[in-house]
């Protein structure tokens, strides 16, 4: 294979599980995240200029698509979108974030839209996206509730918990969880729920705390592949220019 066919070549795609929606907030049956690849094209086909011919091109999650529809207002659609691709990745915790957000912002279309954003930002989490978005999100939608024991515990175990933290990607800040856990702990005796409403099982934080570990493997190991790529490249580069100097001194 060349040195170009190497640097351009496609990802394969990931197979993924099927499942519907869940609209409880029970425990559910928990598979590892898969997510749903499509061609870079398919979502950012407004780049490639008409009458143009793709010769390769890279493979982006599916639910990329969704956060286009949101950034568009299209709402409606980006829900539709995401619940089909919930048949296909039901952990998929892209596709939850994006529905959680389209959910919310029309939320005033529909009164259950705001439950069923709370329910995508925690289905996120359990999934396994801790940039602190969804978890942004879970506590001010359980605070607008006055569920304030519930989202006593989501920051607990944001802030107390040591197998827990954001990624290294995210936008998570405990400075400003910690602000809303003394903002909730002065207004519990005005809570909507009881203590022994609970938000996450023992088996649901066993599962949100193994998926930051299994994040911090995969940061790892792409981290270790990207660099093993690059000097495979740079050495590869310097060999075949090495090889072109030559044959130009030979010449001349």
């Given at each position: 294979m060349s040195f170009f066919s190497k640097l351009f070549g496609n990802k394969r795609s990931n197979s993924a599980a099927t499942e519907n929606e869940q609209t409880s907030n029970s425990s559910e049956e928990f598979a590892a995240p898969k997510t749903t690849m499509v061609p870079i094209s398919s979502v950012n086909s407004s780049f490639v200029p008409e009458g143009s011919t793709?010769?390769?091109q890279t493979e982006i999650p599916a639910y990329c698509?969704?956060?286009?529809?949101?950034?568009?207002?299209?709402y409606a659609e980006a829900i539709e979108m995401g619940l089909v691709l919930l048949n296909d990745s039901p952990n998929d915790p892209g596709v939850h974030i994006n529905l959680m957000d389209a959910y919310f912002k029309s939320r005033d279309s529909?009164?259950?839209?705001?439950?069923?954003?709370?329910?995508?930002?925690?289905?996120?989490?359990?999934?396994?996206?801790?940039?602190?978005?969804?978890?942004d999100r879970l506590a001010k939608n359980l605070d607008k509730k006055k569920l304030f024991h519930q989202s006593l515990q989501l920051l607990n175990?944001?802030?107390?918990?040591?197998?827990?933290?954001?990624?290294?990607?995210?936008?998570?800040?405990?400075?400003?969880?910690?602000?809303?856990r003394e903002n909730v702990l002065r207004k519990m005796d005005k809570a909507a729920d009881t203590e022994a409403d609970i938000l996450f099982t023992h088996e649901e934080i066993a599962q949100i705390i193994q998926s930051v570990k299994d994040n911090d493997a995969a940061e790892k190991a792409e981290r270790r592949a990207s660099e093993e790529?690059?000097?495979?490249?740079?050495?590869?580069?310097?060999?075949?220019?090495?090889?072109?100097?030559?044959?130009?001194?030979?010449?001349s």
């Amino acid at each position: 294979m060349s040195f170009f066919s190497k640097l351009f070549g496609n990802k394969r795609s990931n197979s993924a599980a099927t499942e519907n929606e869940q609209t409880s907030n029970s425990s559910e049956e928990f598979a590892a995240p898969k997510t749903t690849m499509v061609p870079i094209s398919s979502v950012n086909s407004s780049f490639v200029p008409e009458g143009s011919t793709i010769l390769c091109q890279t493979e982006i999650p599916a639910y990329c698509s969704i956060g286009n529809l949101i950034f568009e207002k299209r709402y409606a659609e980006a829900i539709e979108m995401g619940l089909v691709l919930l048949n296909d990745s039901p952990n998929d915790p892209g596709v939850h974030i994006n529905l959680m957000d389209a959910y919310f912002k029309s939320r005033d279309s529909n009164p259950e839209y705001f439950d069923k954003s709370t329910y995508h930002a925690k289905r996120a989490m359990l999934c396994g996206h801790h940039t602190g978005y969804a978890e942004d999100r879970l506590a001010k939608n359980l605070d607008k509730k006055k569920l304030f024991h519930q989202s006593l515990q989501l920051l607990n175990l944001i802030l107390d918990n040591p197998e827990f933290h954001f990624s290294s990607h995210g936008i998570g800040n405990s400075v400003d969880f910690n602000k809303r856990r003394e903002n909730v702990l002065r207004k519990m005796d005005k809570a909507a729920d009881t203590e022994a409403d609970i938000l996450f099982t023992h088996e649901e934080i066993a599962q949100i705390i193994q998926s930051v570990k299994d994040n911090d493997a995969a940061e790892k190991a792409e981290r270790r592949a990207s660099e093993e790529r690059i000097a495979k490249l740079e050495s590869q580069i310097a060999n075949e220019f090495g090889d072109i100097l030559g044959s130009l001194r030979q010449k001349s």
